[in-house]
């Protein structure tokens, strides 16, 4: 590499992109190294995913080797760190621990891979021992410039979890923290009230979920979406099951979906990644569970795959809305 | 009397039988997994749910049907889904109306004083003492050993047998007489008395036949019923099938202890992280056989085994590496048994030439009638 270029990060727009970015962004960036995303998901990319991942994974999944290959010529590093756990309470699916190896074994001719392992069981501390990790592998041996870094990490995700806490959504929140004009449509009182959950890389890639988002924004609808609530109150909400689920997302999926019921949305729809293990279970458990008690919430699963059509989804989604507003007119 | 009801797994079932009738509980035995258990299973899982999954849905239906009170069953530390098989079940089937208590009894290591209020709640139940209690499962895991010991020998022989299929006849034989045989003198016995019988199948021991190992996801290994007689097929076509995972050293291994540590570390280069269920050790195993000299490997899984997938992901890369064969199969609701049989005639083809191949190149000849290291234990 020629000297005084920076060092270029590849990091692709799936999978944790939309739960962690800020925080990477804001380290690479500090310690001045620039950080690429792959562009936004198109046909090609999914398609170069769906031809070169294990053809028995989940979409997300296939998803990411397609934004893998879409970056790996314009980088010198790609950045896929073994996610296990983010704190003490779950793991994460068994094909985020696996990921950086699944890559590395399906696709060829990749760049090197920062491949850390992210478990706060065996190395507490959040992301800091992963960043310390990165600073010995980068070569970056003075303490503190890691440390301010790292700091630098916390305060933009911090300041990207207020956003979504105020009611942005991912793409949205990044859009205001690069400093473009967002607005944020305002919550009317009249309109339904309607949980969108799913897994953030399902439910927010605009191309695999057929735009699930933009369909709803235009019918009079508040939405709800599990990134609005803080991640420690979902968890409080999942305590009375008996067993909890392993998995990170999982967790959060199930705690908004008992969140938004306590708090009276008027519908819940959940969106799952066609063949995603964790979702087969998930998605049952809310269905038994959202139609007991003495407050049934009416609910819509929606799985989507690389087949589905985007006419279909828009004729489910307005069904689904059309009877809720029939439901609150009956009472 | 209350009535009590298991996961059936393989050939467990007789060792569990006993265990719950020596505790002084009427046994609902499952019934072996069949079509109808299947569509059962099928009807009220979720659609995406693992194979071991419907069929256990099913079993329990069944024994539900037949008056079964409590259900008895494991959990697991994740993240497969298998851990959370107890939770999901016991909503479905309390949301179709049957009422029942279910016991899920995680791994020791994971919770202690969970564990021990479970198995406090079932010595209470069965009204036992502790002391008895604790030589009713000694029994009954030796009969999981007895069980075990003969599935490994009839592995073993069946790819010698003249007449097809007449080592299988012998091994159910044997089942019964475990299944008969209750304190410890007569488990003595029926040990004699099965390799004796496994013994007098008439044999043509100047074969060579293929060596190939067995890897993948526990229940689909185990039950016949969903890997559609996977060994038997191969024992059949002349293939020696050897599997590392038995029901009694997974117990020993990862239930009660940390896992196997050598074949983490065998998985290491290509898969250095736990990814929940087999998924590891199918890796690590797989190299095992590579390293060992095996022709070829079957890797079994379930459609939509989490750790498989990862598992399934990396065997490709191995299988360049190491150059040895491998053969996915995945098993669901629609796999057919035609199918099956076909993809294994002709990967058992593949692996002669293969080995044909290799000694006209003059790697050297194999010696006759060697037998698997792995599988004697």
Known sequence: MERGRKLRIGFPRALFYYSYFPFWQGFFNRLGMEVVVSPPTTKGILDDGTREAEAEACIPVKLYHGHVLALKDKVDLLFIPRLVRIDRRSTFCPKFLGLPDMVRASLPDLPPILDLKVDERTSPGEWWPTCRAIGELLGIDSFLRLWSAYREGKQHQKAYEKLLYKGYLPEEALAALRGEEVEVPPRIKENLNLAVLGYPYQVYDGYISWDIIGKLRKMPINLWTMEMVPPSKLYRFCKHLPKQPFWHYSVLVLGAAYYYQQQGVDGVIHVAAFACGPDAMVNKIMEIDLSQGSNPTPFMSLSVDEQTGDAGVATRLEAFVDMLLQRRRKG | ?377
């Open chain 2, 1 to 377: 009397m209350r009535k009590v009801t298991f996961p059936h797994m393989g050939y467990s079932h007789i060792a569990f039988k006993q265990l719950i009738e020596d505790m002084g509980f009427e046994a609902i035995t499952p019934c072996h997994p069949n079509r109808y258990t299947l569509d059962l299973g099928v009807r009220y899982s979720p659609e995406h749910a693992c194979i071991p999954f419907k069929i256990l849905m099913g079993n329990y239906i069944e024994a539900l049907e037949r008056g079964a009170e409590i259900i008895i069953t494991s959990g697991g530390v994740g993240p497969c889904r298998a851990g959370l098989y107890g939770m999901t079940h016991e909503k479905i089937l309390k949301s179709l109306g049957y009422d029942f208590r279910i016991v899920v009894f995680d791994p020791p290591l994971v919770n202690l004083w969970d564990f021990y209020w479970k198995l406090r709640f079932m010595v209470r139940e069965a009204r036992l003492s502790w002391r008895a209690f604790i030589d009713v499962i000694k029994r009954a895991w030796d009969k999981l050993k007895l069980l075990d010991e003969m599935e490994i020998k009839a592995i073993n022989l069946r790819p010698y047998e003249v007449e097809k299929g007449s080592t299988t006849r012998a091994f159910h034989q044997c089942l019964q007489i475990i299944d008969r045989a209750r304190t410890r003198k007569e488990m003595e016995e029926a040990r004699r008395e099965c390799h004796r019988i496994l013994e007098k199948v008439p044999k043509d021991r100047s074969r060579r036949p293929l060596k190939v190992g067995l890897v993948g996801e526990i229940y689909c290994l185990l039950e016949p019923f969903i890997n559609l007689e996977v060994e038997r097929t191969l024992g059949e076509l002349g293939a020696l099938a050897c599997r590392g995972v038995f029901l009694t050293g997974y117990t020993q291994t990862d239930v009660l202890g940390k896992g196997n540590h050598n074949v983490r570390l065998l998985a290491a280069p290509y898969l250095n992280q736990f990814v929940g269920g087999h998924g590891q050790n199918s890796v690590g195993e797989t190299i095992f056989y590579a390293k060992k000299g095996f022709d070829g490997v079957i890797h079994v899984a379930p459609f939509g085994c989490l750790p498989e997938i990862v598992a399934k992901g990396v065997l490709p890369k191995i299988s360049r590496d190491l150059d040895i064969p491998i053969l996915t199969l995945t098993l669901d609701e629609q796999t057919g048994r035609a199918g099956v049989q076909t993809r294994l005639e002709a990967f058992v083809d593949l692996l002669y030439q293969k080995r044909r191949a290799k000694e006209v190149k003059g790697f050297g000849t194999l010696l006759p009638g060697y037998r698997c290291g792995l599988c004697q234990h």
